[in-house]
């Protein structure tokens, strides 16, 4: 499995190639950015984390195909806790 993260002006364009390709638009605030990483990890970075981590739990066709980072949580609970502790480990 492949993800491609691409920065087009205010939003990522992530595309996960596996048995299915599929293309994501995701918002990232620079707020929630810091609120998650405390600026210790870029905001492509944290993409790449956050759908590392959704797909350990679904697979690429089943994420939203436009969302902001933030949704995640609301599927995700124990989201932001991985974040910020993979943000802030070594």
């Known amino acids: 499995m492949n993800i491609s ?10 595309t996960v190639t596996d048995k299915v390709v599929s293309i994501h638009e995701v918002k990232l605030s620079d707020e929630y950015a810091e609120f998650l990483t405390l600026g ?3 905001k ?7 759908f590392r981590f959704l797909l350990e739990r679904e697979p690429n066709t ?3 195909r436009s969302f902001h980072l933030k949704e995640i949580t609301n599927y995700f609970p124990e989201f932001e806790g ?8 070594g």
């Not at 492509?44 to 956050?50: C, P, Q, V």
């Not at 991985?82 to 480990?89: E, R, Y």
């Open 44 to 50: 492509k970075e944290l993409i790449e984390f956050s």
């Open 40 to 42: 210790r990890k870029t």
């Open 62 to 64: 089943s994420i939203l």
């Open 82 to 89: 991985s974040v910020k502790k993979w943000a802030t480990s």
């Open 5 to 14: 993260v691409e920065l087009l002006g205010d939003l990522f364009k992530v």
